[in-house]
């Protein structure tokens, strides 16, 4: 319970801006008109690959054969999800472009 | 000396780097809401994720060490572009739910597996410190545990889109779920109070935390019928956000960290949004109300009238205003470039043709729109349910192609059926109804549709693809 309680302490910044991003992510898309959920959800899918990130530095220094391992398999799908997503989206917005 | 100025000029890259990357992901999405400025947005996010990754793999420090294995991530980060890029490509339009939930489960696995392997080499001054009951630990559990859940839920999601898995709806689910999740709270509760030297003595009981949650997450979308799979997508890629989020915290990355909240939050509330457009909460999708045929609707009463193409030709021909209601049956007969030919054709013949665009048709909230532009059908004919339903009782014919719920008469009449309060369009207002169907067979939500016994409905069965085609070649022949 006291290391939950240091955490807090020591992690207090990050804690503030968690909440804050909260609200942020809230306010940003509630007023997404309902043809353009699919592109949106797809596009928050593809940044949630940010993952990506920590399936780099665990790959990084990775120092056992099964780590490395490991470690290679979560880059690829971390990869796979950023640029999955991302084309994907394109994908999609490319075709509501063509009309206008 | 001068390392240590480098070193340190190198972190403020990569700060600066992540700060950037946070502004680009918020631009993104706020851009992504809008219709106008949406590829942009998709483009500005992706800019930023190259940014964060980047600056990574250049400028990253763990103790002073650099990232290693180099070519290995590089090659890593190759094979997962290249097969990303190829699916994402190749899949067609109407496969696109499944696919979001493909890479969402993707993303949720990686974050697993950081959890999983992370865990082994906590600090062992920390547990020297304040046991294994600390943040690090809780992050570390929570990632694997929701990043488990979220590919896990995701994986059998596709499998359903796919028509690969069916539906699971025993009464006693709900309870075996909430067994399930006691337990892994308990798990971790119990993870996190034991007396150890180091985090690595309990690996196993992490691996037996991962398995339960694999289950779990199968568990949780098996008995969620089809129809409510775009809200459990949303809701997991959430998920996976905050999973991403905990890694955040675990490496003190700010970029994980505001990726993933945003996303989490977002998701969250685009599952409402999405919930609200089909006038359900939550927690009725997530627990499984919908009872499946559980309601006869009065039984099937009155009598079903066929029509014959060239009748429905004629008619169509000869009227001033005509309304589509397209459907998932459109999309899977691939019917929607077809469908276009024959609203393109009665426009040569001065008939007004609309789309009535249910918000949930389709497979997700906004997923015929992309199916239709994808066959090239103006933007400005494509009206919002709510908009056109005023007009309807003016108009001539509405021709519902492979839909069913969403023009279902009962979410209005029948206080007892599932789908009741869901906003529909209100087909039976036209003068006249056609309605193409494969069969008699019933919509996602398994009820009966009193619309098809309507007085002023006509049936035209046969798959849309066919029946379209022969359709237009009835209406070129007058």
Not at chain 2, 78 to 100: D, F, H, N, S, Y
Not at chain 2, 115 to 125: A, D, I, K, R, T
Not at chain 2, 196 to 210: C, D, G, M, P, R
Not at chain 2, 227 to 250: H, K, Q
Request: neutral net charge; proline residues 3%.
């Amino acid at each position: 319970m006291e290391g939950i309680l240091d955490f807090f302490m020591a992690n207090r910044g990050t804690i503030y801006m968690v909440i804050l991003s909260v609200f942020l992510g809230i306010e940003v898309i509630s007023h997404v008109p309902a043809i353009l959920h699919t592109p949106l959800m797809s596009g928050a899918n593809a940044i949630h690959g940010v993952v990506i990130i920590g399936a780099i530095i665990v790959m990084g220094h990775a120092d056992t054969t099964g780590a490395m391992i490991l470690g290679f398999l979560a880059v690829v799908l971390g990869t796979l999800n950023v640029v999955g997503g991302f084309v994907v989206t394109d994908r999609m917005l490319e075709m509501f472009k063509k009309k206008k | 000396m001068n390392d240590v100025m480098h070193f340190s000029a190198g972190l403020s890259i990569l700060e600066i780097s992540y700060i950037l990357a946070s502004v680009l992901f918020i631009l993104g999405l706020k851009m992504l809401s809008h219709p106008l400025s949406a590829r942009r947005g998709n483009l500005l996010a992706a800019i930023g994720m190259v940014l964060a990754i980047a600056a990574t793999l250049l400028f990253h420090r763990k103790d002073g060490e650099p990232i290693g294995n180099i070519g290995w991530v590089l090659a890593a980060m190759a094979v997962g572009t290249a097969i990303g890029w190829v699916i994402a490509r190749r899949v067609k339009m109407t496969a696109m739910p499944q696919l979001v939930s493909f890479f969402n489960g993707m993303g949720g696995a990686a974050a697993a597996l950081i959890s999983l392997m992370e865990f082994p080499h906590v600090s062992g001054e920390l547990i020297m410190k304040s046991g294994m009951a600390n943040g690090h630990v809780l992050a570390i559990m929570l990632g694997l545990v929701i990043g488990t859940v979220s590919w896990a839920g995701s994986m059998i999601a596709f499998g359903k889109l796919d028509g690969r898995i069916g539906d699971l709806r025993v009464k006693a689910m709900k309870y075996v779920n909430l067994s399930i999740l006691a337990a892994i709270i308990t798990f971790i509760v119990y993870i996190m109070t034991r007396d150890v030297a180091a985090s690595a003595e309990l690996t196993h009981l992490v691996i037996i935390l991962f398995f339960v949650s694999v289950v779990y997450g199968v568990l949780f979308v098996m008995p969620i019928g089809g129809a409510d799979m775009p809200v459990v997508i949303s809701l997991l890629n959430s998920f996976t956000g905050v999973a991403a989020a905990m890694g955040g915290f675990l490496y003190q990355n700010q970029a994980m960290l505001t990726g993933g909240i945003l996303v989490g939050s977002a998701g969250t509330i685009l599952t409402i949004l999405m919930c609200r457009a089909m006038n359900r909460s939550l927690l009725n999708v997530i627990i499984g109300v919908f009872g499946g045929g559980g309601t006869a609707a009065a039984g099937a009463s009155g009598t079903i009238k066929e029509v014959s193409v060239t009748d429905a030709a004629v008619l169509l021909s000869y009227s001033k205003k005509v309304v589509i209601v397209p459907g998932y049956g459109l999309a899977v007969a691939q019917a929607q470039h077809i469908c276009h030919e024959l609203d393109k054709m009665l426009e040569e013949k001065g008939v007004e043709v609309k789309y009535a665009i249910h918000p949930v048709a389709g497979r997700m909230p906004g997923h015929m729109n992309v199916l239709l532009a994808e066959a090239d059908v103006p933007y400005e004919q494509l009206v919002e349910s709510d908009e056109i339903n005023p007009d309807l009782p003016n108009t001539d014919v509405i021709v519902v192609i492979g839909a069913n719920d969403v023009v279902n008469p009962a979410a209005e009449d029948d206080p007892s059926c599932p789908i009741y309060g869901m906003p529909i369009v209100k087909a039976r207002d036209a003068k006249n109804i056609i309605v193409m169907k494969r069969g008699m067979g019933k919509g996602y939500a398994a009820i009966e549709n009193m619309l098809f016994f309507n007085d002023k409905t006509r049936m035209l069965f046969g798959d849309a693809k066919s029946t379209l085609q022969a359709l237009v070649n009835e209406v070129k022949a007058l």
